[in-house]
């Protein structure tokens, strides 16, 4: 848990920046040349009338484990899909100041095929980029299911993630060439986690009436050619726009590049603004935001389960001196917030640190919420 804390929030875009290593692809320690890649520009859609469309369900819920970026590895770490329309699954990883990753997973009609596609991307100091991938193979076996989505332009060629499940245990590794400037592509990032806390999806998909074999986005004409995005000689499904100033924010950015499918258009999910009163004690601190399903500390603010971290839907890192912090993409429900400020600058989460009063919120489908945390007072 420390590590993670003290690095969560520097990596949300490092898939499309940073240099990634080779390594094997035995995620879940067991032989994966039943599942061979070779490194292609074709996609051909799997057709989900005939296999595959239980990927969704088998997506959803709260998966925590550890992650592997590029070399840098997180001893805790955190996704939390959840339904968000009867045929589309969402989960975010909200690392605050530096950016954020998300990744969707949906039911679209694509080349004439009803098949499923991911959207992964995220916003990085005033850098926006979506990325489209399709489900291109399916494995059913007794030893586990297996899953690949290929960029949608691009193929293997470009990038693509594959997702192993065996009970109630994810294998998740994502390979990227940086958009064919660094062909072929290698691993970038290894996710190993089990689910928890099933009841929280489930009560997503009764409420959107999950899961359906229907489109949730009409990729059936497949990508305005103008906006897509990729060095030289390659292909992807990919959409940017830069804003060097850092000053537009991301409903802006999403109209720029481009996207065919932007923040605005996605159902049930809420925001969420918080704002912070700084006090001389914690002026200028590191400040970690954690959204939790069980509470972190007690009623006067002093951590006394830890443990309860495992229940943590969403964590993120802000600057020292931010007071105001916007949280997109946010699935619906009961949450316990949580801000602490790294008094002693250790970057670990703990004593000497100083955090506040218990403080629960509930967020409502497409509501726009707002809180102050004004009490960062306590020291642990």
Known sequence: MNKVIKLMGLFAMLIFFTACEKEIRNIAEVNTT???????????????????????????????????????????FAFDYRAISPSQIHGIFEGGTMGNLLTSFFVTDFKDTRTIMARNGGLLNGIYRTSYFVLDSVSNAADGDFYRLIDAEGGTNTMWMELRFVADSLYFNAYTSKLG???????????????????????????????????????????????????????????????????????????????????????????????????PTIEDKLLWVNLSKDPLTDSDG?????????????????????????????????????????????GVLGVGDYTHALQAITITAEGQHEITINNITIEN
Do not use: C
């Open 34 to 76: 039943t599942n061979p890649v070779t490194t292609s520009g074709e996609v051909i859609p799997v057709n989900i009338n005939e296999k595959g469309f239980e990927f969704l369900e088998k997506m959803q819920g709260h998966w925590v484990g550890v992650n592997r970026v590029i070399a840098d590895d997180f001893d805790w």
């Open 181 to 279: 400037e660094r062909f072929p592509p290698t691993r970038h990032m290894t996710f190993k986690a089990r689910k928890e806390h099933l009841e929280l999806a489930q009560a997503a998909a009764a409420s959107v009436d999950f899961p359906k074999n229907e489109p949730a986005w009409d990729f059936s004409q497949g990508f305005d050619q103008t906006y897509l995005y990729a060095e030289p000689g390659a292909k992807s499904a990919t959409f940017l726009a830069y804003d060097e100033t850092a000053a537009k924010d991301v409903f802006t950015l999403a109209v720029e590049s481009g996207d065919p499918y932007v923040i605005d258009q996605h159902p049930y999910l809420g925001y969420l603004q918080i704002n912070i009163e700084q006090n």
């Open 302 to 346: 002093y951590f006394t389960n830890l443990e309860s971290f495992n229940t943590v839907l969403l964590f993120s890192e802000l600057t020292g001196g931010q007071d105001q912090f916007l949280i997109t993409y946010l699935h619906p429900g009961e949450y316990y917030i949580n801000i602490t400020a790294d008094v002693n600058g250790d």
